[in-house]
């Protein structure tokens, strides 16, 4: 349902374009690794794997399953609900562990939260939190490393800002964008498993900036 439903409202609010990388697939059993700048972008990445015939199980900040109607959907779907600072948080991996032996993708935020900044522009990836690299160390999956740029321009700022963003987006249209980029066989330790994962989001996320022609995009 939640698929379905991006899928319709995204393509309403702006104007959404996705590229891949050569060869690039969507993998059963694969964990999907996106940057998260904004609320708006899970629907965004959502629409935009669904484009691609593929729709993730999600891993989210459990606070969501508390809005009615939600967190029924998102409980009823499989969605993963994440605990943080919690030895519940545990439990979380170990639902995206089976999801994944279901052959479900599992769509990871490995930032872990949204960036403190108010203004719209793009930025890289901040720091991954260590829950990507163990999923991998105890599934052996593959991760698929997608980047998105624009979110920020449908919803951004303080609480009013982001309300006033998303009811006026589909009068504005704004340009967003995903790349999906090319599955890695994550090796090494868990630090150089969650480096190597965030190089490889933060090059996807690059992509998609330039394709806005976001001068963050030229960044080193």
Do not use: C
Not at 188 to 193: L, P, Q, S, T, V
């Amino acid at each position: 349902m939640l698929s379905r439903i991006a899928g319709a409202v995204v393509p309403a609010a702006g104007r959404l374009s996705v590229t891949t990388d050569p060869g690039a697939g969507l993998e059963p059993g694969s964990i999907v690794a996106a940057n998260h700048t904004s609320l708006a972008d899970p629907a965004i990445v959502i629409a935009a794997l669904r484009s691609l015939g593929a729709e993730p199980v999600i891993m989210a900040a459990a606070g969501l399953w508390r809005i009615p109607l939600l967190g029924r959907a998102l409980a009823r779907e499989g969605h993963i609900p994440v605990i943080r600072g919690d030895r519940r948080a545990a439990a979380s991996l170990d639902l995206a562990a089976q999801a994944l032996e279901q052959g479900r993708l599992v769509l990871i935020y490995a930032e872990g939260g949204l960036p403190r900044r108010r203004d719209v522009a793009e930025a890289a990836p901040g720091p991954f939190r260590s829950g990507l690299a163990r999923i991998v160390e105890h599934t052996g999956a593959p991760v698929i490393p997608v980047g998105q740029a624009g979110a920020r321009r449908v919803a951004s700022g303080n609480a009013a800002k982001q309300l006033a963003g998303l009811a006026t987006a589909p009068l504005r249209r704004p340009v967003l964008h995903v790349h999906v980029g090319t599955p890695l066989e994550l090796t090494g330790d868990r630090a150089a498993r969650t480096a190597r994962a965030r190089t490889a989001v933060t090059a996807a996320w690059r992509t998609a900036a330039a394709h806005l022609s976001e001068p963050a995009a030229q960044a080193v």
